[in-house]
């Protein structure tokens, strides 16, 4: 049987700033990954997006990104190495801490937007992000760009990773997402979306923006929490994926 997590970024609402659907998408993904006041979020969401997230039985990890709130992290910074492993450590720090306080404990790691596709093209970013999920628990599982140097870096290290899939964003011919600058970037028709994932989960390919056949791991399929309709396309896609014939759950 094919089985395969739903993930969701989510807690990116911040101060007097509403972003997301997370109430609506915790009833139909396995795993949030929760902001940590870097990219998005504030205390007061972490606490309460752990709180939902845990009441609905989603696996709970930790989001962290780059420090760039007016870019929402997708902007890309210069950052050494070591910078980037200390600015993971201390989200998944401030995660873990409200986490422990509800009685839970944290699942896995995804690094957010820029910091996300940064790693996945450098190794040495990649390294000190899996040293710094390592020094903390290395029984968390680490969630990446399938066939990505984090996902490479992280298995050599021992880590159990996951290898992420998009269900909205096209690719290019080495693997890596489409810059969200350039056009075709982001899938927005539904039927487009629901079938680049089908094929990732069943034939283990997908199509690239060329129009070339890659091959690619899908252990995780990632949505958007502040897209447009997440909700709707989150539901969607797990009643296909479950009239498929997949099993969706939280990775172990």
Known sequence: MVVVDLNCDMGESFGNYAIGSDTELLGFITSANIACGYHAG???????????????GAAVGAHPGLPDLAGFGRRKMEITPQEAHDM??????????FVQQEGGT?????????????AAVSRPL?????????RINPALILYGLAGS???????AAGLCT????????????????????????VITDLEQSLNQV???????????????????????????????HASVFAKTLRIRLEHEGVLVRAMS
């Open 149 to 155: 140097e984090l996902i490479i870096a992280g298995e």
């Open 88 to 97: 993971v450590t201390y989200q998944i720090g401030a995660l873990m801490a």
């Open 106 to 118: 944290l699942h896995h790691v995804k690094p957010h937007g820029a910091l996300y596709n940064m």
């Open 42 to 56: 504030d205390p007061a969401v972490m606490r309460t997006t752990v709180q939902a997230a845990m009441a609905s």
């Open 162 to 185: 996951a290898s992420e899939v998009f269900a909205d964003r096209t690719y290019q011919d080495d693997g890596t997402l489409t810059p969200r600058q350039l056009p075709g970037a």
């Open 198 to 228: 089908l094929r990732m989960v069943r034939d283990k390919t997908v199509i690239t923006l060329s129009g070339s056949i890659i091959p690619i791991t899908a252990d995780t399929i990632c949505i958007h929490g502040d897209g447009a």
């Open 126 to 134: 990649a390294d000190a992000i899996v040293a710094a999920v390592q």
